[in-house]
């Protein structure tokens, strides 16, 4: 593995050349192994030598979610994508030294192309799909955690509590080998539904916990907890934030959260991450973009028409692996728009690695919901996040859409249940959330007031994998 130390400060054009003979050797010597693109190769009438620079990238189509779902006929497409060597293509395709290694040495073929660990993408249950990581391919995420904690500067004498939930993703596992590969006293609470808020908050008192990992809504909860048990947390020195989108007012508001339980000037940084591409990248400072490792992944950004942007330019993420095995992508659209890519120096770590703008729009979270038909209008769920996250007023909230009295005949409802922040006055906030929700969507909602224990546990926030935020409880007729 090339050494991230130097690697992280090399110049933009060295890096460029770098990532160049990277993706040349792993499309020459990698990709024949994967069905799905060495079809792809052959049907576009492209050589695989053909790819010498991450500009010739241009030449392949892109690969889509579409292209990896599972459809009726072919419910393990997603195999399609893993690399998969044998005799026959390894004696075309591997380099000399590779190759006595891999016809002569089998656990060695083993350990580099063996799926052994699957993560899961989110979604619904039938359209899930598994991306498969090798031990090849472990020891990699292990190393990109390690990097991780480098760009947070997480020193080796912190403790960490990771409270992400338990589960076949990426965000938990990240978090195991990133403390894993930066030898750290780590605990694996398993968020909410495995261990309990009150036990996760109890132990970040006792270990004396410097850093807490988890999905930004549930961290919310049991800050909110952490205050209300009165539990000193002092100890706490940075938030970090994975798993999905970080609206930017809740990172002021968990800051609220730490200063009165005795955090000093904590740091609140979030991480970035699709399961397709295999690791996580991370942010040295509040809204600095999230790091990208040039060795790992190429990145680029594209606009509406699939042609690349400039840096600093809005489009959405294309992804394209470097040297992993198991599950790989080539192009592959993400969906997740951002404002821009950028190469420079970083202003505030002098890292070089590409960093990608922090603010992103996902596809991934309530893809289905993000514009959804309510009484016959497109209405983009995702106003909800900023109108409410950013609200002092507002401790928690949840949004339903149902048909009036359940019948699948009537029309559309809105509701909004609230719990408000124990001094605001309901009135006064119903009136101003109504006016604002009808400004931006033109729906007009029914508001209505919950006590916190009621809506914490509609929101699922013990019981669930993830909060539920938005929920669709039209039946569908
Ligand atoms: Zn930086």
Redo the contacts with the bound molecule.
């Keep these: 593995m090339i050494n991230f130390h130097q690697l992280q400060y090399l110049k933009p054009e060295k890096i460029k050349q770098l990532q160049n003979k990277i993706l040349r050797n792993f499309i020459k010597n990698q990709i024949p192994y994967s069905p799905f693109y060495h079809k792809l190769f052959k049907k576009n009438n492209i050589k695989f030598y053909n790819i010498k620079t991450t500009d010739d990238l241009k030449k392949l189509p892109f690969t889509t979610k579409a292209d990896i779902a599972p459809t009726y006929k072919h419910k393990k497409r997603f195999l399609d994508f893993v690399l998969q060597p044998n005799k026959n293509l390894i004696s075309k395709h591997a380099p000399i030294h590779k190759k006595i290694k891999y016809l002569l040495s089998e656990p060695h073929l083993y350990y580099e192309y063996k799926p052994i660990h699957p993560h899961f993408t989110t979604g619904r249950t039938a359209n899930s799909v598994p991306i498969l990581y090798t031990a090849f391919d472990l020891q990699r995420l292990e190393e990109s955690g390690k990097r991780m904690m480098g760009?947070f500067d997480v020193s080796k004498d912190e403790v960490v509590i990771n409270a992400f939930p338990y589960a076949p993703h990426l965000a938990f596992w990240q978090t195991y080998y990133a403390a894993k590969g930066a030898n750290l006293l780590t605990l694996h609470t398993g968020g909410g539904r495995i261990l309990g808020t009150e036990k996760i908050t109890a132990l970040i008192e006792s270990m004396k916990a410097t850093c807490l990992a988890g999905m930004p809504g549930y961290l919310y909860h049991l800050l909110r907890a952490a205050e209300e048990q009165k539990n000193n947390l002092s100890s706490l020195g940075l938030v970090v934030f994975g798993g999905e989108r970080v609206p930017v007012e809740l990172r002021g508001k968990i800051r609220q959260f730490l200063k009165p339980i005795g955090s000093k000037a904590p740091a609140v940084l979030s991480t970035y991450a699709f399961t397709e591409g295999k690791c996580a990248w991370a942010?040295?400072?509040e809204e600095?973009?999230y790091?990208i490792y040039p060795d790992f992944e190429f990145i680029e950004v594209v606009d509406k028409n699939g042609e690349r942007v400039n840096e600093g330019e809005e489009g959405e993420i294309v992804y394209t692996s470097l040297d992993w095995r198991g599950s790989v992508f080539l192009r592959y659209k993400t969906g997740d728009i951002t404002k821009g890519i950028y190469y420079g120096r970083?202003?505030?770590?002098?890292?070089t690695?590409p960093?990608i703008d922090s603010s992103i729009e996902r596809s991934s979270e309530y893809k289905e919901l993000k514009l959804t038909k309510i009484k016959g209008s497109l209405v983009n769920l995702n106003t909800f996040f900023s109108i409410m996250m950013s609200h002092k007023d507002i401790e928690e909230w949840q949004v339903e859409i149902k048909k009036r009295n359940n019948d699948p005949y009537e029309i559309d409802q809105l509701i909004l249940y609230i719990s408000p922040k124990k001094k605001a006055n309901f009135e006064k906030l119903r009136n101003e959330l109504r006016s604002r929700i009808i400004a931006e969507t033109e729906i007009t909602p029914e508001i209505v007031k919950l006590q916190l224990a009621e809506l914490l546990e509609k929101l699922g926030m013990e019981t669930e994998l993830k909060e539920k935020r938005i929920v669709d409880s039209r039946k569908k007729v």
């Design positions: 760009i942010e040295c400072y600095s973009g790091h970083c202003p505030n770590c002098k890292r690695l960093r």
